[in-house]
């Protein structure tokens, strides 16, 4: 599989595209002075999760490439967070979780203010931390969360569960989706996520020879996956049409301290 860079994704002759290319080469930088970091191998692992929900939701191609290229920068915030945050390998103190939480924000405003860069960037930065049910960063719920911000959640999420972070080991893929589709009141569970997009990660996930996971675990996201296809039909039809991105100053109301 080939190393993806926002070349693969935006044509040549888009005037934002070396503002984009030098952010991302800020990145790999960081990843290059902290060899515990992963951001650069999270951003492309997310943006290809992402591109490939947002074909089987059936995007367009251009919009597809677009948002593919907005997840190798979702987390471009997180280079203004503190790097005794970012790297501590332990729990993270009130202040610490609060400048954590910072990046979505961080990352918003450092990419605004690029000539012609459209939307999706600055949505997907901003929105990734959003929550289906509301309880997300800065409390957007359903529907008023951009829809590539929904799929980008997926895919961000799912990624830093399954990999290793400086603060905690790997979890088994299997193990990880599951989680993500089992009810639950508190923690990970699936009213966080559009039920939707996350179907159809999960029927990818499935469809992936190298996905791994215990037979019980493949039968019940096998049944998760399987189930409202004619619910899944008209979301589908409403999304393909309706997916517009909306202007980012009248997305969400202004982060919360």
Not at 234 to 251: F, K, N, Y
């Amino acid at each position: 599989m080939s190393l993806l860079s926002p070349r693969d994704l935006i044509d040549d002759d888009e005037v934002f595209l070396p503002a984009i290319e030098s952010a991302w080469a800020k990145i790999i930088g960081f990843d290059a002075a902290f060899p515990d970091s992963d951001l650069t191998g999270h951003s492309r692992r997310v943006a290809r999760s992402a591109m490939a929900i947002a074909r089987q939701a059936g995007f367009a191609q251009r919009d597809v490439l677009e948002l593919g290229a907005a997840c190798l920068t979702h987390d471009l915030g997180k280079l203004d967070v503190g790097t005794s945050i970012l790297n501590k390998p332990g729990i993270l103190t009130d202040i610490g979780r609060a400048e954590m939480r910072r990046h979505a924000h961080y990352g918003f405003l450092a990419l605004r203010g690029i000539p012609d860069l459209p939307a999706v960037f600055t949505l997907v930065a901003r929105f990734h931390h959003e929550s289906f049910d509301g309880k997300g960063y800065e409390g957007l719920q359903g529907d008023a969360i951009p829809a590539v911000a929904r799929i980008a959640q997926i895919a961000d999420v799912h990624d830093a569960l399954c990999s290793r972070r400086v603060y905690k080991p790997g979890e088994p893929e299997g193990k990880i989706i599951c989680a993500m589709i089992r009810p639950s009141r508190s923690g990970l569970g699936r009213a966080q996520f559009d039920p939707h997009f996350l179907r159809l990660f999960s029927r990818l996930r499935l469809a992936d020879p190298d996905f791994a996971a215990t037979a019980p675990e493949r039968a019940e996201i096998e049944a998760f996956a399987a189930t409202e296809p004619v619910l899944d039909q008209v979301h589908a039809q409403r999304e393909a049409a309706t997916h517009e991105l909306p202007d980012v100053a009248d997305a969400a109301p202004s982060l919360r301290p």
